[in-house]
């Protein structure tokens, strides 16, 4: 029993898009231990479709789609599954009325061609997309032969694939001995450095570690294979237990954390609050702690002060200081923290100042060069240098500014427990 | 005559990594317009891969393998392919040459699972590997079928195609065509509305014209067939403009333009500038515009009013109107855009407020209900209300609210010319 993942898209063989989704059905299949052996990729092509299905219905026992089942005449997917294997289509009435629901709600009419959506293969079950007008199916075509289509898009195929499709190979019997991973998650320690420090970790056999980095972030994953949650956890817990004694600081959380996520649970333990104060960021900060579900709570708001006269007249920064020192400069960037805190009324204000580039920069203050200010209780304000220099990259540079700025108030707010 | 990409690795089947050299690959195929219908995945398994080999070698007559070249027993790609078509492997002493010098410079040396990677199938060629000690190969193992192997290192392989395999593609004949695409971009209309407009587009030979869809944004790809960019220019102009004739508003821009671009475009045309009111978006709105290099140049900032009181203190929002319609109205939004811009001494104020859930929403306001308010020059106050409900994804809501504000600014800003 193995499945094989088929993703449909001429977008793909074009190059326009990278395949996220082949990636992530993969790493779910080895959670379940599902075995998986090959990846195929095919354009809007049916007869080539076609080819691709008897291939794969030929060699492994689930199939799954990707791509294709849009509105569009070049989304083809399921009549030409329908078409391979004999089945004539149905209209299935629920899909109207759900399609139809979707265009309402937004005040739109469903147009003639997202008729098509609703026809399925007779005999199949509708997959149901909460996010998107496109459902997919889940079909038997013959015994030990199972198919699930799923939309390209992202959002809504990995949606689908947790609400419906897991529980529905989990009643057949997948995922019993599982692979159960933790990511441990790291920030202000290099990845080299950090792998280092767990070197002797890195050759388990069961857990498994491996270490991984992305824009400034450092993770480890903690694999093991075992028969329930509880033993997989009874494996991982030592071994997190000694990497985050190692790593200290430097280990802000696991999974679904997040710096703003860590921040906001700290706060809310405190009673506290928390508002901004963005230059070169332009929103970003405050974006990333709002993208905590609950952030109300404990973020009031704050100014983003791109221009040199927001910063004096919404936050009082000295106008001479300015002229001075420049905007970018532990000063400033202190009285900007101390102008947010302040007028915001808020327990802590956090803000950043910098050159993201890729424009200027000067020799004594090169792109990369971001500080941040913390004003926090009992007349506590600080600022901290940073030389982000070599990244070169605006969207990054404003990404690791924003991570590091909510990385200095977890360091606080640890360390005045 | 057709190419087919065929990634070997048991870590793409686990979804360890994502495959960025299939979409590289892709693109460069484009761009020498060779054709190219199927992309295989497959792991470390010398049965599989030949299962692989002879689908592939049946159907295409360019086999293009990235992975399984290292020195591990795992990387059985070359001695694969050569079983396959039955051909010997041979020793190549300017590869052991190569990789003993590269080891040496590295103070190191060549270890005795290196000797591996200097077998390659009798016949073949040598694709040098400047970067690392992996070369590939270039090989016929049979008339009109052409094999090039590739490291699995993107850097590698990528350095290793331009430098050898484009010139020698280059001098079969190929590049002489190449795939031109332009990719335009709407905001405001859903995928199967505009492709219903522009249907009978949808099916013309070169150019063709494709749909996509993805967070809200909906793009059209122009792709043509020509013997230069020139040459593609002019097939495409022609569909462009009816494509925006048809459009109208709906189209904002081509190719790497965003919404952010074209509004910091015309706000520069115009010589006016721009200032942000944000509770839902938190930093969103602000955040995606100043994205942009150069935006100081128009963005002058914002305030943050998550918590009512920041409305109140900083925008001059009516603590009656708030306590009497809510902060999720009209009234407010428009207030809000009011106050900002007057305070922020800018030609424009734009605000978000709204629900983006996954609390909060009641009956009568539901989650993913926004009101967008645009203050402008000569006494211009608008708000706009809209029902994102149906997304039910806060991080989507946010982002699709802070491009429709966006866009309402663009076609204001277009409609006052």
């Known amino acids: 029993m193995a499945a094989e993942i088929i993703c449909v898209g001429t977008e793909l063989l074009l190059g326009d898009i990278l395949n996220t989704n082949a990636q992530y059905l993969a790493q779910q299949l080895a959670d379940l231990g599902i075995p998986h052996y090959y990846q195929t990729v095919v354009g809007d092509n049916p007869e080539r479709l076609k080819q691709v299905i008897a291939i794969a219905s030929d060699r492994s026992q689930i199939l799954i789609f990707t791509g294709g089942l849009g509105p569009t005449p070049d989304d083809l997917t399921t009549e030409t599954i329908a078409d391979f294997f004999g089945s004539p289509l149905e209209e299935k009435p629920e899909i109207i009325a759900d399609i139809t629901q979707k265009y309402a709600r937004r005040g739109r009419e469903m147009t003639p061609s997202n008729r098509k959506q609703a026809l399925i293969p007779q005999g199949a079950d509708i997959l149901p997309n909460r996010l998107g007008t496109a459902p997919g199916m889940i079909w038997q075509p013959r015994p030990n032969l199972t198919i699930f289509t799923f939309p390209g898009v992202p959002l809504e195929m990995r949606q689908m694939w947790q609400e419906t499709v897991v529980p529905f190979l989990k009643s057949q019997g997948w ?80 999974d679904d954390d997040s710096l703003a996520s860590v921040v906001g649970k700290l706060l809310i333990e405190k009673g506290e609050t928390l508002s901004v104060a963005e230059s070169c960021t332009g929103g970003g900060l405050g974006s990333m702690l709002t993208n905590i579900p609950g952030s109300s709570a404990y973020f009031m708001g704050g100014v983003i002060s791109y221009d040199n006269q927001v910063k004096i007249s919404l936050l009082g920064v000295s106008a001479e200081d300015l002229a001075q020192v420049g905007a970018v400069s532990d000063i400033v960037a202190k009285q900007m923290a101390v102008g947010v805190r302040d007028r915001l009324n808020t327990t802590w204000g956090l803000s950043i100042t910098g050159i993201a580039g890729p424009g200027g920069g000067t020799e004594t203050k090169p792109v990369g060069l971001v500080y941040i200010g913390l004003a926090g209780p009992n007349d506590l304000v600080q600022s901290f240098e940073h030389r982000f220099n070599s990244l070169q990259d605006r969207a990054l540079i404003r990404h690791i500014s924003a991570c590091t700025a909510i990385d200095h108030l977890r360091r606080q707010l640890l360390s005045t427990n």
């Open 175 to 254: 995922g019993k001995e599982i692979i159960y991973s933790r990511h441990l998650r790291f920030w202000g320690i290099a990845e080299s450095a950090l792998a280092e420090k767990v070197y002797h970790l890195l050759n388990l056999p069961n857990p498994t570690v491996a270490p991984y980095a992305s824009k400034g972030e450092v993770k480890l994953r903690v694999s093991a294979k075992a028969a329930s949650a509880q033993e997989a956890d009874r494996l991982i817990q030592p071994v997190e237990a000694e990497i985050r004694q190692i790593a200290g600081l430097n280990y802000f959380g696991a």
